[in-house]
């Protein structure tokens, strides 16, 4: 047996500690662990960035880690079990990252296709999103690592996200908004939670005694710990007295010791509410220890089959087939007639866009781009069809990354990384003090250490160097931009200069660094060309002081070409092909933290891309790499079209196993598709204005809007299709004053293994008030093989079945009357029905 984790004795180290020491727990000790009291023994905790995958403490250089598909693309598996093992897989990679608590699931609504975290989140369905949010915690939690349930809440937009003042009915932030997290809550209890940047109605949430005491601490009677997002703190005494037990990250910003001590002393901060906030924090290191990792860990990555198998499956069942006309998937991996040519074209074909951007972009363990997931099935098959390649055209909103094309002097592929302490040039500058060979170009310095640098020594430089050898001879893009200063140089000679010019930008986390500067030089095919970058930290940045430490820069290449030319050359490659893979999207550049998407179209030509693509080939199958969606104006050009969001380590290797069949498709869409972003609930009310957004589609999000209004979307909530067909029938409907059980029979009436998704709707028949068409209460996902009938079982709650948020009595209200039980395969093709019964009207309140 293992032995038993020690555990704190809360009550008597709030009886042991001084005042002093429990206002010094209350902040982070530094960016990524809590403050330690070694004269009581009390450790540090670490946590770590974990939406999809667990990136430890190091942003420059880090340890590899294994990139889990998205969350919207892991809610479309719509299977409880999947999201369970990924949680615990996720625990696992944790404990050897030394990580104590992971710092997720995000659990925030979908409430537009613009959001910059859409991505990052579950779904714009309420029910979805807290089931999803719950098994992955609770697989976390299975390993006794603490999930930290984020961002609580309403961060459903970066725009102005920490000014931003949400204004929303109480009904819809019940309903909808904080819904998932009450669900995860009463299902999976995360041992911690981190609030949201924003303010609702006029006070920002980690100040907000009506959201953190009245709501969470009194009516769910949570007692984990809260904690706040990375500097979304904005008071000492409002904070602590609403329950923030967490400031972070450390060094505090607000909770100074002297500061702090003086408002306990005067009274203005009650020596209690100090208490209550530290018990909380120490009820934090008691969860962390029972992890039992070492103190001493050292961070490693998770490079296994079992960790592999397990992102492939997930990444396989995330997928959705949105359309298949005459069968064209799945694709053959041998030729039936002779010699076949499939063109694989598009901007993401050789590109893996494995997640979105912000704090859930990490260094991968390893990417399969689409090419080389498609080219392993060729090869399977046995090399009958030959595959051709047009890019077709650009995406990258910066040059592209250039780590995997350019190799060191001794052959090995990277970027060969050595720091100075003084400048390029300079008669003194002596040897290196750290060597380094970077696998990316985009080279972020905020946490680069070294025992050469004293503490607080931010001024340092760095020569970044490869070689890079063109595929084709022409004029070359060079370009570089920067938090601190950089020069690229080829062969010695200087191209771009991000120096001596350097115009403000939003290059970097938050956006502090500098424009993207770009230079051009002709290159031959097949040469040899010296590429060096000269880096000075950010203490050389010309345009701002305060910035991020280390600083960083990002460098790209790459040959200049007119969208007409790129777009040129893929028509000729896809005049000569039997099938056309258009392999499109966008990627963590265009989505992520720190911003919205300004409009919901791909940016770039891929639009014009496909026009000219279906203009000389009939045979195109469109795959699509995004969070959250697109506008898709050729959609009716097309034949096949598959939402494979953004994939994680095993992207290409799972659209290749749908578009070949390997995989028969299973996922259903977390989001409804509208034909245009005018369409979407939130269109009139999104991003701030003058600091300040209305919720005014109030309950009205997703599907319950569109279904509402009758505005038909692209593609509807829960949608998609399978390489097989199912019937689902035999509906029994059975309940009693607790609980509504639901059983059918679901068969697989195809030629092909495969899984269905019921998904289970209510709706009530004569509502008192105005209510949604229908809303999802449950789900199942069942493995069928031809010709195979199962029953599937779903149960939920009368009262979670029936209930809306009453605002006169400020209470859950469960009616009594008629209500409807729909059953089906989507949310706009229900195919059974029945009815069930409430009494008696009935008010609650709680989990």
Sequence with gaps: MSPVPRQLDIEQLIEDLTIEEKISLLA?????????????????????????????????????????????????????????????????????????????????????????????????????????????????????????????????????????????????????????????????????????????????????????????????????????????????????????????????RFRQAIPTLHSVQTNEIHRDVIDENARAILRLVNESLKAGIPEDVVESPNPTKEASDLLRKAGDESIVLLKNEGNILPLSKTAIKGQEKIAVIGPNAKAAQDSGGGSASLNASYKITPYEGIESKIIEGGNSISLDYSLGAFLDRSLPDVGNVLFTASGKKGINAKFYKKPPGATDRGPHFEEFVLSTSKIFLSDFKSPELKPGELLFYADFEGIYIPDETGEYEFGASCLGTAQVFVNDQLVVDNKTKQTKGDAFFLGLGTQEERGTIKLTKGVKYNIRVEFGSSPTYTLNKAALEGGGVFFGIRIISTAEEAISRAVEVAKKADKVILVVGISKEWESEGFDRPTMDIPGHTNELVDAITAVNKNV?????????????????????????????????????????????????????????????????????????????????????????????????????????????????????????????????????????????????????????KELKDFGKQFLKAGETKVVELNVSVKEATSYWNMYYNKWQSEKGKYKILVGNSSDNITLEDEFEVAKTTYWLGL
């Excluded at 924003?198 to 009516?219: A, F, M």
């Excluded at 050729?634 to 096949?640: A, L, T, Y």
């Excluded at 697989?748 to 899984?755: F, I, P, R």
């Design 28 to 252: 982070g000790k530094d960016f990524w662990h809590t403050m330690n009291i070694d004269r009581l023994n009390i450790p540090s905790v670490r946590v770590s960035d974990g939406p999809n995958g667990i990136r430890g403490t190091k942003f420059f250089n880090s340890v590899p880690s294994n990139c889990f598909p998205c969350g919207t693309g892991l809610a479309a598996t719509f299977n409880k079990d999947v999201l369970l093992q990924a949680g615990e897989l996720m625990g696992k990679e944790a404990k050897m990252k030394g990580a104590h608590v992971i710092l997720g699931p995000t659990c925030n609504i979908v409430r537009s296709p613009l959001g910059g975290r859409s991505f990052e989140s579950y779904s714009e369905d309420p029910l979805l999103s807290g089931h999803a949010a719950s098994h992955i915690v609770k697989g976390i939690q299975n390993e006794n690592v603490v999930a930290c349930l984020k961002h609580f809440v309403c961060n459903d937009q970066e725009h102005e996200r920490k000014a931003v003042d949400n204004v929303i009915t109480e009904r819809a932030l019940r309903e909808i908004y904080l819904k998932p997290f009450q669900i995860a809550l009463r299902d999976a209890y995360p041992k911690a939670l981190m609030t949201a940047y924003n303010k609702i109605n006029g006070v920002h949430v980690s100040q907000s005694k009506k959201i953190l005491q009245e709501v969470l601490r009194d009516e769910w009677k949570y007692d984990g710990t809260v904690m706040s997002d990375w500097h979304g703190v904005y008071s000492a005494k409002e904070s602590l007295d609403a329950g923030l037990n967490l400031e972070m990250p450390g060094p505090t």
């Design 621 to 773: 199958i469109v795959v699509n790499q995004s969070g959250s969606p697109v506008t898709l104006p050729w959609i009716n050009k097309v034949q096949g079209f598959v939402q494979a969001w953004y994939g994680g380590n095993e992207l290409g290797n799972t659209i290749a196993d749908v578009l070949f069949g390997d995989y028969n498709p299973s996922g259903k869409l977390s989001m409804t598709f509208p034909k245009r972003i005018e369409d979407n609930p939130s269109f009139l009310n999104f991003a701030s204005t003058n600091g300040t957004v209305l919720y005014g589609e109030d309950v009205y999000v997703g599907y319950r809007y569109y279904e509402k209004v009758g505005v038909e979307p692209l593609f509807p909530f829960g949608y998609g299709l399978s390489y097989t067909t199912f019937e689902l029938s035999n509906l029994v409907v059975s309940y009693d004053a607790e609980n509504v059980n639901v059983k059918v029979s679901v068969t697989n009436t195809g030629k092909v293994d495969g899984a269905e998704i019921v998904q289970l709707y209510v709706s009530q028949v004569n509502p008192s008030i105005n209510r949604p068409v």
